[in-house]
């Protein structure tokens, strides 16, 4: 089975301050992404990785920074938190072959920015 | 850019059938997901077209019509643990990576 995880369930930050979200999967995939999901806004693309140390803007990266120093692993950072960055994260792997390839999900973190 | 629209909400009676349809703008369309996310949940992925035409999969089935960029979910013989949101992704030969583009997502309520 696919396993994706993420370091925190829950998250409560302040403004102002820098978080860091950690999401690691175990199945060798070479393409991990990151979204976040609001209510009537559905899941939008904050940033994605093709392959360790490669990173792709998506379409809201603003504000939002990615690491990938190792395959399993994709970092998530909030350098300066904000209000409007309150939100469900998640995170996605997919392996690099095939059309019908589809993403598996972790089971999200849901940050609150005070 | 995508356009990806799906009704915000639908609800149904257990045992009945539901179709939540999906229509989708897209310059290089390859391929159309469906994923199921309960409430507090990550989303699990459910189906995947790419040709025209059903796809059934037990109690869910997904078909696809490329011409009219449209797709419907039909659930069949509803049972109460169906109440969820059911998300439909577009991806695009066009977009970097071969990223999915999601719509709002239809949260779908069975009641007894």
């Known amino acids: 089975d696919v396993k994706v995880t993420q370091s925190s369930r829950y998250l409560v930050k302040r403004t102002g301050e820098k978080v860091f979200l950690e999401c690691v999967q175990d199945m060798d995939h070479e393409n991990m992404f990151w979204y976040r999901q609001d209510p009537g806004l559905g899941l939008r693309l904050i940033y994605f990785s093709y392959d360790v140390k490669m990173k792709e803007k998506g379409d809201i990266p603003e504000g939002y920074s990615v690491s990938r120093e190792k395959k399993e692993r994709f970092s998530l950072i909030l350098e300066s938190a904000s209000t409007n960055q309150t939100s469900m994260y998640l995170c996605a792997s997919r392996r690099f072959t095939g059309a019908e390839e589809t993403q598996y999900f972790g089971p999200g973190t849901r940050l609150l920015v005070l | 850019g995508q356009n990806i629209d799906q009704p915000t909400e639908m609800t149904a009676t257990e045992g009945a059938i539901v179709q939540i349809n999906c229509t989708y703008q897209?310059?290089?369309?390859?391929?159309l997901f469906w994923y199921q996310q309960h409430a507090g949940e990550a989303p699990t992925f459910l189906s995947y077209?790419?040709?025209?035409g059903l796809e059934e999969k037990g109690r869910f089935s997904s078909f696809l019509s490329r011409s009219k960029g449209y797709s419907y979910l039909l659930l069949k013989e509803l049972q109460m643990k169906d109440s969820a949101s059911y998300l439909c992704a577009v991806r695009d030969w066009g977009a970097a990576g071969n990223k999915l583009t999601f719509g709002g997502g239809t949260r779908v309520l069975v009641k007894p």
């Open positions: 897209t310059s290089g369309f390859n391929g």
């Open positions: 077209n790419v040709l025209d």
